[in-house]
């Protein structure tokens, strides 16, 4: 691990300006994906902001009927409480499926929004990735690509974005309260926080430097059953091949977000008006221009098989 220094911040308009002073700053808090990055070199911040004690971990309800989820607030904590597991069922299962209890306890709402790829040529400094190194190239194309992209994607890059929680919250229409170093605060829908990787895949998000996420403000509840199917290599602490996040109405109406295709998570709004007329015409158009390859081919069947079986169990309601 390279040096760096360290400051503990006192506001979050502190902290927004204290990361901007500093080129290539990071905040922690949990720390459980930034850590982890810095020993193995691919993140080498010069300066590291702490967050933990500027008081954003409350989950508060909104006149609207909608909630307030602090940037602070621990993955295990926001899963259990009562007004997520009652309204916002998919958030809390999405969380659920994620990680470790472990991991969970320390992971932070805004951190889990920010966790970096997972793709191995990611991980592997000896391998170049225009994610990791601008302009190097990328080796997962040409490579293994099982875990990896398959729509959205382009010849720049090919991985897919880790999160199970942004997935549901993608589904939920939420907004990500931030604070920039000039003080000014705004928010941001998430269909616009994240970026498609085109040719410039170490822009993850639409943040500029040194803004500092606050909060996630979630819309008045969805009416309808709530699932989120994840399907993955083993049945616990593993990502996603595909994720499957819906809520859906006994006529089959509803919203359907995807997990493990893309580089972002993945919503067509397009695609939720063919949900009366099952699975397959769903999928067509949530995968419209999909470009596989031999080794992730399987996620395309995988999607329709997955999101079938969301639809029949909502039909039994």
């Known amino acids: 691990m390279k040096a760096f220094t360290y400051q503990r911040a006192g506001t979050p308009a502190e902290a927004a300006a204290a990361a901007a002073q500093h080129p290539g700053a990071r905040f922690i808090a949990g720390g459980t994906n930034l850590l982890d990055l810095m020993k193995l070199e691919i993140e080498t911040p010069p300066h590291l902001v702490d967050v933990n004690g500027l008081e954003l971990d409350k989950i508060e309800s909104m006149p609207d009927g909608g909630l307030r989820v602090g940037a602070l607030v621990r993955n295990t904590d926001l899963a259990a409480d009562l007004r997520v597991r009652r309204d916002y069922a998919v958030l809390a299962r999405a969380l659920l499926a994620g990680a470790s209890a472990q991991l969970r306890n320390k992971a932070t709402t805004a951190g889990n929004l920010l966790q970096r790829t997972r793709c ?21 194309i040409g490579g293994y690509t099982r875990q990896l992209a398959i729509v959205g994607h382009s010849d720049a890059c090919i991985a897919t974005h880790p ?84 809520v859906v109405r006994p006529d089959g109406v509803g919203r359907v977000a995807l997990g493990g295709v893309a580089h972002r998570p993945w919503r067509v709004q397009a695609a939720e008006s063919r949900m009366p007329h099952g699975a397959k015409a769903v999928t067509d158009e949530l995968l419209a221009g999909a470009r596989t390859t031999a080794d992730n081919a399987f996620k395309v069947p995988l999607v329709q098989r997955t999101l079938a079986a969301v639809l029949a169990d909502a039909r039994k309601a």
């Open 120 to 140: 191995p040529y990611f991980y592997d400094t000896n391998m170049a990735c225009n994610k990791r190194t601008p302009g190097s190239g990328c080796s997962a």
């Open 163 to 246: 999160s199970d929680m942004a997935v549901a919250m993608q589904l939920l229409d939420a907004g990500v309260e931030t604070v920039r170093p000039d003080g000014t605060a705004r928010t941001i829908p998430i269909a616009d926080f994240y970026r498609l990787p085109g040719a410039t895949p170490h822009i993850e998000n639409t943040l500029v430097p040194g803004e500092l996420i606050t909060a996630v403000t979630l819309p008045q509840p969805l009416k309808g059953r709530h699932y989120y199917h994840k399907v993955r290599d083993r049945s616990s602490y593993a990502f996603a091949l595909v994720s499957v996040a819906a």
